[in-house]
């Protein structure tokens, strides 16, 4: 039985989101920012792996159940890497309700990595047990040296639903690749408990980064923790009537919300995730996978829910691919458009807002934008250049023929007389060495620019 349009019991849910637990995998990505800087492609797929291990152990206490996401809930936090000073930023929203696709979006620029990915969540009860399984591929990406590594997530199973000990479990094959290095990794689970892949003791949690959310009061109306606020609450505090009551109120908002939708004959349309014409894929509206540079870029910061990059200078916004992926096709037609537009190098202000900074003791978020569209980067000036370009061009051609001519002429004046000098010499004395190379010099420049001259 599908259990996805089931509403279950309170007692068996965890007080928070999937799209919060979606978060979980990244306490630890401060190993993905040690794989980017290594240099042999084994020992970057090896911290992959271990990267991706790491995400399993952090389960709450027994058999529980996070939130299915309200439709346009949206979650997001940061974790602050003290080694690179860097932040990992997580962008999530509920994409679809029927059926339920959650997408989100990782982002550090400045350690050189990025994952997106769109999970659809589906569950099974099958009497004694139930699974979830999470249908989706995400997708890692190496900025500077331009690889995606495709990575699958296990099954969970949960046993003991009537008889025996509650117990949960994963399951299932997964595979990690990487086309352009060609090695890929296969994992499989075998109904274990996960702590055996991933030792987990005091040095363990210690290393988990710290994460940073925006305080409650200041987040939005869909953001998760706010959302979900009072049946949290009353969970914490063990009221299950009161958590069950919660819960029905957002769900019969969500159940009318979908009837004036169909009335309307509308659709609800995702705020921070479209399709990608290409791929057909789910994608960040605001993803930048532009490599960090280090002397223009200063640093990588949120503002409702946008993620950015606060630079000295404005630049272009690289959104489907790292530059370094780019086609040797499309980097061989900008080398032949050299006048193409030029950004005009002027530092970017930053504004103020009102949008809150997430919650921190020691850092604040900064503010500002210094992305713009392409037509805001390009001078008038510059758009009707290709017909002035095509005027100097003829113009230089005419100069260049002329000159030619007249240096040809010159090269036939000096060949006379040399012949005349020649033909003056006393009667039975043949040239000087130096009158024949001279001589064959001149002709080797003439025979030279005749070509030159016959090709313009």
Not at 137 to 155: A, H, N, Q, R, W
Not at 277 to 283: A, D, F, L, V, Y
Request: proline fraction near 3%.
């Amino acid at each position: 039985m599908d259990l996805s349009k089931v509403t279950l019991p309170t007692f068996i849910l965890e007080p928070r989101s999937l799209l919060e637990k979606f978060a979980d995998y990244y306490y630890h990505c401060n190993i993905l920012s040690r794989a980017a800087r290594c240099d042999d492609a084994l020992t970057r797929m090896k911290e992959v792996v271990r990267w991706y291990v790491s995400g399993f152990y952090k389960t709450p206490k027994g058999v529980k159940k996070p939130y299915n996401p309200i439709l346009g809930e949206k979650f997001r936090c940061y974790w602050l890497n003290e080694e690179t000073k860097s932040r990992t930023f997580y962008i999530a929203e509920q994409i679809s309700h029927h059926p339920p696709v959650s997408a989100f979006y990782v982002t550090n620029r400045q350690d050189g990595f990025s994952i997106s990915c769109a999970v659809l969540a589906k569950s099974k009860f099958y009497g004694n047990s139930v699974s979830a399984v999470m249908d989706g591929v995400g997708k890692l990406t190496f900025l500077k040296l331009g690889e995606d590594y495709s990575i699958t997530i296990p099954y969970g199973y949960a046993k003991g639903i009537i008889i025996g000990s509650l117990t949960m479990e994963l399951g299932g094959k997964v595979s990690i690749e990487c086309d352009k290095t060609g090695y890929r990794t296969e994992l499989e689970f075998k109904l274990k408990h996960q702590e055996s892949l991933w030792r987990v003791d005091n040095e363990t949690l210690s290393n988990r980064l710290k994460r940073f959310t925006v305080p409650l009061d200041c987040q939005e109306e869909f953001e998760s923790e706010r959302l979900w606020q009072h049946v949290g609450e009353a969970l914490r505090s063990a009221d299950q009537e009161k958590a069950t009551h919660e819960k029905f109120l957002l769900e019969e908002a969500q159940r009318n919300a979908a009837k004036g939708r169909k009335l309307t004959n509308s659709v609800h349309k995702p705020a921070l995730f479209e399709v990608d014409k290409m791929s057909g894929n789910w994608i960040y509206k605001y993803s930048d996978l532009r490599p960090w540079d280090p002397v223009n870029d200063i640093t990588q910061y949120e503002q409702n829910f946008k993620v950015m990059t606060h630079t000295k200078h404005r630049t272009a916004l690289v959104r489907q691919m790292s530059i370094v992926n780019v086609s040797s096709s499309e980097q061989s037609s900008r080398g032949k458009g050299r006048h193409t537009r030029q950004l005009r190098g002027r530092g970017t202000k930053v504004s103020d807002s009102s949008t809150p900074s997430h919650v921190s003791d020691t850092e604040e978020i900064d503010e500002g934008s210094s992305t713009k569209d392409d037509s805001q980067l390009q001078p008038a000036d510059q758009r009707v250049r290709p017909s002035s370009l095509t005027e100097e061009s003829s113009l230089n051609i005419a100069i260049s023929r002329q000159t030619l001519q007249e240096t040809h002429d010159r090269l036939r004046n000096l060949q006379s007389i040399v012949v005349q000098m020649a033909a003056e010499q006393q009667r039975g004395i043949t040239l000087q060495t130096r009158d024949w190379l001279l001589l064959a010099l001149i002709l080797s420049l003439q025979a030279f620019l005749q070509f030159l001259f016959t090709k313009i």
